[in-house]
């Protein structure tokens, strides 16, 4: 089973490709952190993840406090944290601040924007993905601030350049269904990225990244996430993937840090919490649908890694949310 594919089936990836950039040399332009792009770009959405993807020529990316790092045509370069990063080619200039200088072709789709001082080009299209950040945390969390990877370097790779290329240059056109295919080929540009980065960790890596590339206990984090409902224990799981009690639930810690049965409290809470923030399911059925086996135990559980009881977070479903809410193993 395929554990990336059922964590992100529950975060509901929602993507998009929204700036078309041809830009010459030297040009260095300053992008906000993501939180200020989502009233432009998706509205309510919980987080977003920023990427742009060269597709043409090169460049270079650098976080506030970080070295530069330099790009060349094919690679995409992510920031799952949101951070502020600025993006260039050619001699030092001070940046443009990107939403005030570009902020009104925000609305103009994939219309190529020009800009810079005429020297060499490079073109690259912008995207992001929004997402539920209680779930999305999961992978997220293993990430850093700015990864880069050359996706066009196999065969799917470079089949995903060659669409989004002939996507974006289709785009002004009137052909149906574009902003679909974008927003598809979107979310599969991020999810090659992360899979990439996932085969690529070193071979003692932990973490939950580390876990999934793991042939047992991706296993095991697949059968979680597919049945956060099923009543789980160390034994059954351990049975499932092929190893002994005492075996699977050490490895499991060493890859996660915490036993199988804490993990899926913690995922279960987190499910509900989503659950409560998206639906008008009453908290009964909100409490059996991740596995808890009555209102009270849910509740109990739910106030221990909230601070308040399901109810009253629902309604204040608009309010910061909590990152990590810090679970009791005993569950119902």
């Not at 490709?17 to 200020?36: D, G, K, T, V």
């Not at 979310?187 to 071979?203: G, H, K, S």
């Not at 991706?218 to 009543?231: D, F, G, M, N, R």
């Amino acid at each position: 089973m395929d554990v990336l594919s059922e964590v992100l089936k529950a975060v509901k990836l929602d993507g998009a490709l929204f700036f078309n950039a041809e830009f010459s040399a030297p040009w260095c332009i300053n992008s906000s952190q993501s939180i200020n792009l989502t009233p432009y770009l998706s509205p309510g959405a919980g987080h977003l993840i920023i990427y742009h993807f060269l597709t043409e020529g090169r460049a270079y990316a650098k976080l506030p406090d970080g070295r530069r790092q330099e790009l060349t045509a094919g690679d995409i370069v992510i920031f799952p944290h949101g951070d502020s990063h600025w993006l260039g080619n050619g001699s030092p200039i001070k940046p443009v601040d990107a939403l005030r200088a570009f902020g009104k072709h925000l609305k103009e789709g994939l219309k190529p924007v020009r800009f810079g001082g005429g020297g060499e080009l490079t073109r690259f299209v912008c995207g992001f993905l929004a997402c539920e950040p209680r779930l999305s945390n999961v992978f997220l969390a293993g990430l850093p601030r700015m990864l880069i990877v050359h996706v066009a370097k196999e065969a799917s790779g470079q089949w995903l350049e060659h669409s989004i290329r002939f996507s974006v240059n289709e785009v002004s056109g009137s052909y149906a269904g574009s902003s679909l295919v974008l927003a598809k080929l979107s979310e599969v540009l991020f999810v090659e990225t992360l899979r990439r980065y996932i085969d690529a960790l070193p071979p003692g890596q932990t973490g939950w990244l580390a876990g999934a590339r793991d042939p047992l206990i991706s296993q095991a984090l697949a059968l979680l996430h597919k049945e956060p409902a099923h009543s789980w224990t160390i034994s059954n799981l351990a049975r499932r993937v092929g190893l002994s009690r005492t075996r699977f639930a050490a490895r499991f810690r060493h890859f996660l840090g915490e036993s199988p049965m804490a993990y899926l409290a913690q995922w279960r809470l987190r499910l509900g919490a989503e659950i409560l923030q998206s639906t008008e399911d009453s908290v009964a059925q909100v409490a059996a649908a991740v596995g808890y086996g009555s209102e009270a135990a849910f509740n109990r559980a739910f106030k221990r890694g909230f601070a308040c009881p399901p109810a009253q977070f629902r309604r204040r479903r608009n309010a910061p949310l909590v990152q990590r809410p810090q679970v009791s193993r005993r569950h119902g």
